[in-house]
């Protein structure tokens, strides 16, 4: 058996792991690392569509592999994929649908199939169709097929000879029911489109299940706890066991299926496991039960409207928040975005996530397919900025930074701005920080979970944001439980906590290296 590390082994994301044995592979995630991308773009630069995989690889940015999309590869560079390393894929195991692990997947050879929990796929699907194109990552799990342009074929535009978006090949964790399946291949404007047959559909790929096929390996998956539904480790038996945890914490409101895993993982000769937080020195571990108890507190003694900002999907704050909103007598109001999302997990689910919520109706002049569809369903969700102005008292807002522009149609005259999400990491997000500042002082908003010192750096309160990792006193417990031959650190800036903790049994690999036992 070989593992190999080719992204994410000494940064947090960007994970893409390969295992190998006997003529199979799998590759462990295929995440976007955001680390090494932020060292050439940022918000308005980024890598040209046009050329498919040409500038990450030139840059560095994804493995210098044969394991590519077919149309994604322009004339220029053909030759030099054709003649790299072609690894066996048989699948890419799908840890969760956070970018750092599944941004890259759809580069991708078109063959390679998607493997993850029902929830995993669903959550994809919904990103997909709520993104407004640009970014390759995205095109997942059905992607636009590409060709190259008659006036230079190392440019890469539209391939209008195929009349529908080919979606890859799944394989589930878990049985999907009808309604499910069905979502993975509706789109929006099919549905609402005056002549259906003049939009493109999407053409679905097989749909299976994880269990029911032979990849080399023995593959079983357990769901665990982390800041987005359907996070999943697994366990690869083959000559020997190999456990990937994934992203996972204790601390979260599932913190008993990470419980589930780690007792099945003790059968692993091998762990390869994050360690986002092991570098850190924190006094407190923040629960979600904390977060909860302590954002209550702030919003019983409000007055005005309540603005609540937390990371997008994470549907365990939302739905804290909705309890909130409960409690102290006001609705909760999401975005479209938001409710489309709750509406993909419920189909996954078998429950209504929209009950009880609100949509806020921005004044756009135009609709995305996927909106319309979401006020035609539900138009009694619908709430303007007019009534939001009316009747503050009554509300609690989902908004983040990038809504505040939003806000000056609801031109809140004071209320509360509940910071809960994760803290700045970098001087660029330093400076979004700086700017959000602006516009909560400009609402005379009062602001709890971080504030700007003089000196225009963003200090943040604790007890309003829980880490979706596993604290560092709660990992050396987990690994010491499962108690490996081998462990191989991940997702993390401190491989050396490892080694002063576990010695000769950790593996220490940089980006592209292989360990073969």
């Avoid at 058996?1 to 592979?25: F, P, Q, W």
């Avoid at 023995?218 to 066991?241: C, K």
């Avoid at 149609?409 to 400076?431: I, K, L, R, T």
């Amino acid at each position: 058996m070989r593992i190999t590390l080719y992204d994410g082994a000494r940064t947090i994301g960007g994970s893409k792991i390969h295992v190998s044995e006997g003529g199979h592979g799998l590759f462990l995630d295929f995440g976007m690392n955001f680390a090494k991308y932020s060292r050439y773009y940022e918000e308005f630069i980024s890598e040209r569509p046009a050329r498919g995989i040409h500038d990450l690889w030139r840059l560095g940015l994804i493995p210098r592999l044969n394991v590519y999309r077919s149309d994604l590869i322009p004339a220029d560079l053909s030759d030099e994929v054709r003649k790299s390393p072609k690894v066996p894929v048989d699948a890419v195991l799908i840890s969760h649908a956070h970018l750092d692990h599944v941004g890259n997947i759809a580069l991708l050879h078109e063959n390679v199939p998607l493997a993850g929990s029902p929830t995993t796929m669903v959550i994809l699907k919904a990103l997909r169709d709520t993104s407004r194109g640009g970014h390759l990552g995205m095109e997942l799990p059905y992607y636009s097929p590409k060709g190259p342009s008659k006036g230079n074929p190392s440019v890469l535009e539209a391939d209008r000879s195929v009349r529908y978006y080919p979606s890859r090949d799944m394989l589930l964790t878990e049985e999907l029911a009808d309604e499910g399946r069905e979502f993975l291949q509706w789109r929006a404007s099919v549905e609402l489109a005056k002549n259906p047959g003049r939009v493109k559909p999407i053409r679905a790929g097989r749909i299976g299940r994880l269990d029911g096929v032979d990849m080399g390996f023995d593959v079983r998956a357990f769901p665990v706890d982390h800041s987005i539904y359907g996070a999943t480790a697994y366990l690869l038996e083959g000559d020997m066991t190999v456990a990937y945890t994934g992203d996972f914490r204790l601390h979260g409101k599932r913190g008993d299926k990470t419980r589930g895993f780690v007792k099945a993982a003790k059968s692993a000769s091998v762990l390869i496991t994050e360690g986002t937080r092991v570098g850190r020195d924190e006094d407190v571990n923040v629960s979600e039960e904390d977060v909860y108890s302590n954002a209550l507190e702030i919003v019983e003694e409000a007055k005005g409207l309540v603005v609540a900002d937390f990371s997008a999907r994470n549907f365990e704050r939302l739905e804290s928040f909705k309890g909130i909103a409960g409690r102290t007598g006001r609705e909760l109001v999401v975005t479209t975005k938001d409710a489309y999302f709750l509406h993909a997990l419920g189909i996954v689910q078998g429950r209504n996530h929209l009950d009880g919520l609100r949509v806020y109706g921005s004044s756009r002049a135009k609709l995305e397919k996927w909106e319309e569809w979401i006020f035609n369903e539900h138009p009694e969700l619908r709430i303007s900025p007019e009534e939001l102005k009316e009747n503050p008292d009554n509300y609690i807002l989902c908004f983040s930074f990038y809504d505040m522009p939003h806000l000056l149609d609801v031109m809140p005259e004071g209320g509360v701005y509940v910071y809960s999400s994760s803290e700045a990491f970098g001087e660029e997000q330093e400076f979004s920080f700086q700017r959000l500042w602006n516009w909560l002082r400009y609402f005379r908003l009062e602001v709890h979970g971080f504030r700007i010192t003089e000196n225009g750096h963003p200090v943040f309160e604790k007890g309003l944001h829980a880490s979706g990792h596993i604290s560092r006193e709660e990992l050396r417990e987990v690994i010491d439980e499962i108690d490996p031959d081998y462990i191989i650190p991940v997702h993390t800036e401190s491989q050396g906590w490892f080694v002063e903790n576990w010695g000769d049994r950790v593996v220490t690999l940089s980006d592209g290296e292989s360990w073969e036992f």
